[in-house]
């Protein structure tokens, strides 16, 4: 009899799998689209399996939330929801990737590098958002800095969303 | 108690589906959510490595990769955005203007 653990990883891994699947066989992108935000919601689940409690709730706010939010709003204005806005050609290449697609799994299955050792630890507070801040805050651990260049990433990429879009700067 | 590399192996699949969709689709849009899912792939390895090894580095990356995500996106969504204004498609064989 497995764990009640082990069925739950099932679940989900079956529902992100087949919702993964989805997004790429969908024609409507926003049918791909809605496919994907099932999956970000199981991969977040996942994450609370993992006792990373304060990634899931990022993954549900900056995933499902704000990246999906823009997908759609892109999808929308540009009006490609019917499905010959755009139309997928060629039959080759499909057949190729998947083939190509089924050796890359089959390699990293059995590749050494998926055994590790060792159990995993227990650990009860390793994603609470007291650890994650003692840690990224921390002047003596190499995080800060990182953080500190991500604002100004941030400020490059509306910058450049602007500069983009926009028809007369 | 799950195994970590029962998660490595569900993010190698996750990964997998993202990179034939980026190979097989014609639609820039649906190239990058598979790009997003790929993203996901790797930050599920971080996390599951990190449970395994017991550290909160692996959460570390999870948070700059997101926001590397955003920025990546919203970018892209902007170029996407021009492309069309511009050339009246997103099919991404016809616009091959950086090709030759």
């Known amino acids: ?169 | 108690m799950v195994p970590t590399s029962y998660y490595m192996v569900l993010a190698g699949i996750l990964f997998t589906i993202g990179v034939i969709g980026v190979l097989v689709k014609r639609n820039p849009i649906v190239i990058f959510m598979c790009i997003e899912l790929m993203l996901n792939a790797a930050n599920l390895t971080f996390v599951a490595l990190g449970k395994h090894f017991g550290q909160v580095n692996g959460q570390m990356y999870v948070i700059f990769a997101l926001a590397v995500a955003a920025a990546e996106v919203s970018v892209g969504l902007g170029i996407i955005v021009a492309i069309f204004r511009s050339k009246e498609t997103i099919n991404i064989d016809e616009v091959n203007l950086m090709k030759f």
């Open chain 1, 1 to 169: 009899m497995p764990s009640a653990s082990l069925i739950t990883f099932f679940i989900l891994a079956a529902i992100a799998v087949i919702s993964a699947l989805l997004v790429v066989v969908n024609v409507n992108p926003v049918r791909s689209a809605l496919s994907l935000v099932v999956t970000f919601l199981t991969v977040a689940a996942l994450y609370i399996t993992l006792e990373a409690q304060f990634i899931a709730a990022v993954q549900i706010i900056v995933y499902a939330g704000a990246i999906m939010v823009l997908f759609l709003f892109v999808i929308m204005l540009l009006n490609l929801s019917a499905p010959t806005a755009v139309r997928e050609t060629g039959k080759l290449q499909p057949r190729v990737a998947t083939v190509l697609g089924v050796v890359f799994i089959t390699l990293l299955s059995v590749s050494p590098l998926i055994t590790l050792p060792g159990t995993p630890r227990q650990m009860t507070d390793i994603g609470t958002v007291r650890t994650i801040g003692l840690y990224l805050y921390s002047p003596q651990l190499p995080w800060l800095f990182p953080f500190e260049i991500t604002s100004i990433l941030l400020l490059v990429a509306v910058i450049g969303a602007i500069v983009m879009a926009k028809r007369r700067i």
